[in-house]
């Protein structure tokens, strides 16, 4: 925004504040953390990990390049979580045995606003592994 004028040192009163310029748009294509879930503890068998409804677009790279899939404790015999686009499995991440960090295998995807996305946890949930967080990374 503008600067109001100040006098010399001395010199008296100090002008107004000037007018606040107008904010800048967004960057396209700027890559975001758009999403972040955690769950303390274990996992339940089939834990509903995340389900939500977009309020804007998002688009996803290849194997959810940039984001996260951890538990604080190690797997004892491997994890897969399942990502879903509006009820449709698109994608999973895993972590194998013996380890925290997992890694997504889906395809590029893009999201609409009123679409969703639900990361269900495995069928029968591990017995070490826990305080999972997933961060996606995706675009606006």
């Known amino acids: 925004g503008h600067q109001g004028y100040q006098g010399n040192v001395g010199a008296g009163v100090q002008g107004p504040q000037g007018l606040q310029g107008s904010q800048g748009a967004a960057g396209a294509g700027v890559f975001y953390n758009v999403i972040n879930v955690f769950s303390v503890g274990l996992m339940d068998n089939l834990e509903t990990l995340l389900f939500l409804t977009f309020t804007e677009a998002v688009s996803f790279p290849t194997n959810l390049s940039g ?74």
């Open 67 to 140: 984001s996260y899939f951890r538990g604080r404790v190690n797997a004892t015999s491997g994890v897969t979580i399942t990502l879903y686009k509006n009820g449709v499995s698109f994608g999973t991440g895993t972590v194998p045995g013996a380890s925290a960090n997992g890694a997504f295998t889906t395809p590029a995807t893009s999201f609409a606003i009123g679409d969703t996305l639900i990361i269900i946890g495995p069928a029968t949930a591990d017995t070490t592994f826990s305080d999972v967080a997933v961060n996606l990374l995706g675009t606006l």
